[in-house]
């Protein structure tokens, strides 16, 4: 039976499971939530693979009680969550009491079990009838105006709070892959999104800092590894390029710096977008900075016409690599690559590992879910950040992700991340085998 690195007992190092609102909340009408740009996205036919939405997804609304009880019973004292904007905010950005109401009950649940929360603003689900979204400036004074309003009604009650989770996501999948909500295809577009998020990003923080001055406060990446599918110098090019949209543009700011000339020339007109003192807002003081990390690319020179306009193509895994359900590699050692890398850049306050988890869609027999291939996974990984904290690095805590199964995004239900199996026409959870592993690993 495996056993915990002393350096990650549960006495010195915190654990934690992972969800994001969209994905397990469902109730989308309820209470007065208006629209996310992911519910009218998954309204467009094609967009989600398996035609499915977040109406419903764990119905986590109205079982919050039960969903908390298990976090406690699977021995985890820290939960990560994210917040709805369009759930505690009405069409003219109002407090809708009633929901914010929701995550009262759920701290009171939380509290009672003597869970810590950490709480996430931004996890994708932008209100839909900000117009323009983040392709538009005032969205990110919209998002200071809320992040003010959960600072009022909830700061005392978090010690811990991010503003955004993966903007690179939301930037880059949204506006220039356009497979994520809202779906726009074009290059410039998404680095003027990429620059309005870090914006939004900055004032966030200086409105929650002038509300509450004790909550930590940070931000959640999801850094690249981007390795070069070969060493010819285009191919390591191609694979710098990566890195730097994925980094850079997020990593450069949070610090004071500007973006790499590449990504100047990228946005090109729309350089206007960004603002003298722009810098200096996105540049707050971090008092933590989460980490999500699941696997690594491999770049090659691009190939087509859209790919030469962001310098790069990925190249997908294939045998003898060790995949994942949804066909992500399994490398364990780029979390330790990827963390010495930005060290090596910039200066980065304390770390968490607020994801980290992978696709194993095994399905329930007998009433187990026997998930190996996500035990072993998560065992190689734990290795990976014991040994970054051995040589030094401040890694504080790991946050699995996820509690369980729940909407994957454009891969609607197909995908399965969780340590709980869900049954979503019943709504039934059952723990699996890793869930156990962990329960057994956090008590000893
Ligand atoms: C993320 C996402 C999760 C995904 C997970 C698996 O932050 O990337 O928070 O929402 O479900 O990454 O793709």
Redesign the pocket.
């Known amino acids: 039976m495996p056993a915990l690195d002393p350096l990650l007992q549960p006495t010195r190092f915190e654990w934690g499971c992972a969800t994001?609102s969209f994905?397990i909340e469902g109730a989308s009408t309820a209470d007065g939530k208006v629209p996310s740009i992911w519910d009218t996205f998954c309204a467009e036919p094609g967009r989600i693979k398996d035609a499915s939405d977040g109406r419903v997804a764990c119905d986590h609304y109205h079982r919050f009680a039960d969903d908390v009880r298990l976090i406690a019973e699977l021995g985890f004292k820290h939960y990560r969550f994210s917040i709805a904007w369009p759930r505690i905010t009405t069409s003219n950005n109002r407090l809708n009491v009633a929901g914010m109401d929701f995550y009262k009950r759920l701290l009171d649940a939380l509290d009672q079990h003597g869970i810590t929360p950490n709480a996430t603003l931004f996890?994708w689900d932008l209100p839909a009838h900000l117009e323009g979204g983040w392709l538009n400036r005032d969205t990110a004074y919209r998002f200071a105006e809320y992040t003010e309003l959960v600072a009022r009604h909830l700061g005392d009650r978090l010690p811990r709070v991010a503003t955004l989770?993966?903007p690179w996501?939301s930037a880059f999948l949204g506006h220039d892959l356009g497979v994520f909500a809202p779906g726009v295809q074009n290059r410039a577009q998404s680095l003027v999104a990429a620059h309005h998020l870090m914006l939004a990003h900055g004032l966030g923080l200086q409105a929650w800092r002038s509300v509450q001055a004790q909550t930590s406060l940070g931000i959640v990446l999801?850094p690249e590894l981007c390795d070069p599918l070969t060493d010819r110098p285009e191919d390591v090019q191609a694979a710098r390029l990566a890195e730097w949209e994925r980094n850079d543009c997020f990593l450069n700011p949070l610090f004071g710096r500007e973006w790499p000339d590449a990504l100047l020339e990228q946005i090109g007109e729309l350089n206007a977008a960004r603002r003298d003192g722009d810098l200096a807002i996105c540049a707050q003081p971090l008092d933590f900075m989460g980490l999500?990390y699941?696997t690594r690319s491999i770049a090659r020179a691009p190939v087509t016409v859209n790919d030469a306009q962001r310098g790069y193509t990925f190249v997908a895994p294939t045998a003898p690599k060790r995949l994942t359900d949804?066909g992500w590699e399994i490398y364990p050692e780029g979390l330790t690559r990827v963390v010495q890398n930005l060290q090596a850049q910039w200066p980065l306050p304390p770390l968490w590992i607020t994801?980290n988890?992978a696709?194993d869609n095994t399905g329930l027999a007998h009433g187990a879910v026997d998930d190996g291939m996500r035990c072993d996974y998560l065992l190689a990984h734990f290795e990976q950040v014991a040994g970054l904290i051995r040589n030094g690095a401040d890694i504080r805590g790991y946050y699995v992700?996820?509690l369980m199964d729940?909407f994957?995004?454009a891969h609607g239900y197909s995908q399965r991340?969780g340590i709980v199996h869900v049954d979503f026409h019943t709504q039934k959870r059952t723990p699996k085998r890793s869930a156990l592993m962990l329960q057994k690993l956090l008590r000893e």
Do not use: D, M, P
Request: charged content about 15%.
């Open positions: 994001s994905q996890h989770n993966e996501c999801n999500n699941y949804i994801e988890g696709a992700w996820s729940n994957e995004w991340f």
